[in-house]
């Protein structure tokens, strides 16, 4: 079985050299700068991005960024971490994805001491612990020849298993594909699963009987006619062709004919067909698969030949009023996810329209919801977001909108605001916001605030002072505050953390591999017009460690419950 994907390996062969610059490895090894060249990857033979550096037996906090941007840093919260045994030589691969310099969630780094593991059924069956990401015991991944193929290879007890690839023994990084790869083991021949590296892919080589994986539908927007097989490993495209070797049962026009059964020219294990009659939503349907056989001339597995699925129906809507106003008309705007048809290729996902022209645009989206047939469908959950132009997409990609698809509906709406912004989350007034911290550390360049909305950033932010200026109200008192008006329009939903500055480019954040503090801004109380001076706020530096040289009352009111408050004025 071969899984490509064959849009990111294309996108990779055209983009420019020059737009493969500058990737960085940041972490608290060199100050978290990803600017700093000497942090810079650089690119092999193999498509793929490395960086080695010296490290000591301590803890390394560390993420990869596409550029100089944080906003272009993955993967997400927590950061990657490792700590060596002893100081050593420590090698960074990172693939930049389709677009390099454009972050969309297909991206993806890990380190040397963890190597890439098969993670899955299979693990038990070779005397280790199914699904355990940080199992090292039986199923590390090699790559002896140095091409950024990682190969393991085994002869496993015969049966039927399931995997993905795990990075640096975690699950923050989702490899290609996005569910669980199945696959067949005769229990004589080994079985070999390859990842390439370059292009986020996965591929299985066994000499297992080929079995049905999903039959998901090809919704062509008009009608629900398109429908794909996906087998386990590459088919003989003879009988791959032949329409009578599918049966397509369930619904209410069942069975189904199929008009013409045609190979993919890419990916020579699906197989997609053409229905004389669109199935309908709010039904479950059967594939049945006979007569196919692999490359080897071998049969389709009859205990593992049929794919059952409920086909769901979800309208997707998206209100562009407030992108509109502020940056005018789109000229075309896509839906991307992470469950098909959706897909995270820039356009390559389906296109929304506005019809009557209103500010909300909309497009329809068919889902097959798969199950072990004989079972029930279960919910779904979706992730997706809409990207303008082919360009611009919703704030980074840890942002995102869900929808869960319900198997007991035949079809739901999706109703959202472009990046969840709606003119009930902007505050329709100044608030103010008095920023103090108790038990600071020396910073030789100063204590700061840093945050998602101005007049706070992630670059400079606004720094605290203990001098009896700027909001401080007690000088040398040893607690460091900074007032901050936030305009009307701003967003009220903010995150935040303090940034001990030890120079202009470096230093080092409180609590670092725990996520933002958060702050919903109160345009209800908060108001600077109606209030004498602005909402206080009271938080203890690194609040994640044990806390000292702080008053106990601040203590008891921040320490492990709230970590900020608003006095009463």
Known sequence: MKLFAATMALAMLLVPAAALALPSIVGNFQGWDPADPASELTLNGNGVYELTISAGDSLHLYKAVDG?????????????????????????????????????????????LNPPIVCGTLQSALGGSDWDQTDTSTTVMSDGDGDDVWEFSSVIPTGSYEFKIVLNNNWQQNTSPPGNIPFGSDGVNPVTIKYYMATNTTEVITAAAPTVISAPIDYDGT??????????????????????????????????TVATATLDGSNASLV?????????????????????????AI??????????????????????????EASGVPTSLHIQGDTHPL????????????????????????????????AAAESTQV???????????????????????????????????????????????????????????????????????????????????????GGDVTASDGVFSAQVVFPTGTYKFLEYKYFCAETDTSGVYECDVLPNRNLTLDDVNGCMA???????????????????????????????????????K
Not at 272 to 296: K, S
Not at 360 to 365: G, I, K, L, P, S
Not at 550 to 563: C, F, H, L
């Open 272 to 296: 997609h067909l053409d229905l004389a009659t669109a199935l309908t939503e709010g039904y479950d349907y059967t594939v049945t698969v006979t007569g196919v056989t692999d490359l080897a």
């Open 530 to 568: 109606v209030r004498e001076g602005p909402m206080e706020l009271e938080d203890l530096w690194n609040w994640c460690e044990p806390v000292t040289g702080a008053a106990q009352n601040v203590r008891e009111k921040t320490w492990g419950q709230i970590k900020h408050l608003y006095k009463a």
């Open 343 to 374: 897909t995270w290729d820039q356009c390559g996902g389906a296109e929304t329209f506005d019809g009557d022209a209103d500010s909300t645009y909309a497009v329809t989206e068919y889902f097959t919801m798969h199950y072990t047939c004989g």
């Open 68 to 112: 100089d941007d944080w906003g272009s840093a993955f993967p997400s919260d927590p950061n990657q971490t490792f700590t060596p045994a002893t100081p050593e030589n420590v090698t960074f691969f990172c693939n930049l994805g389709a677009v390099p310099g454009t972050k969309q969630g297909d991206e993806y780094v890990f380190h040397s």
């Open 299 to 324: 049969p389709i597995d009859p205990t593992a030949n049929t794919a059952c699925f409920y086909l769901h129906k979800v309208d997707f809507e998206i209100n562009m009023h407030l992108y509109i």
């Open 383 to 469: 992730k997706y977001k809409y990207v303008v132009d082919c360009t611009t997409w919703e704030g980074d990609f840890e942002f995102g909108h869900f929808v869960t698809l319900d198997p007991n509906a035949a079809s739901q709406l999706a109703n959202v605001w472009w990046e969840d912004v709606s003119p009930v989350d902007n505050i329709t007034c100044d608030v103010g916001v008095l920023f103090q911290v108790h038990n600071s550390p020396a910073c030789a360049a100063g204590l700061f605030v840093r945050g998602t909305e101005l007049p706070l950033d992630w670059s400079t932010g606004v720094e605290l002072l203990d001098d009896g200026t």
């Open 223 to 256: 009608l629900a006619d398109l429908l794909s097989v996906q087998f386990s490993k590459d088919v003989e495209q003879i009988t791959a062709e032949t329409e009578a070797n599918y049966a397509i049962t369930g619904g209410p026009s069942g069975p189904y």
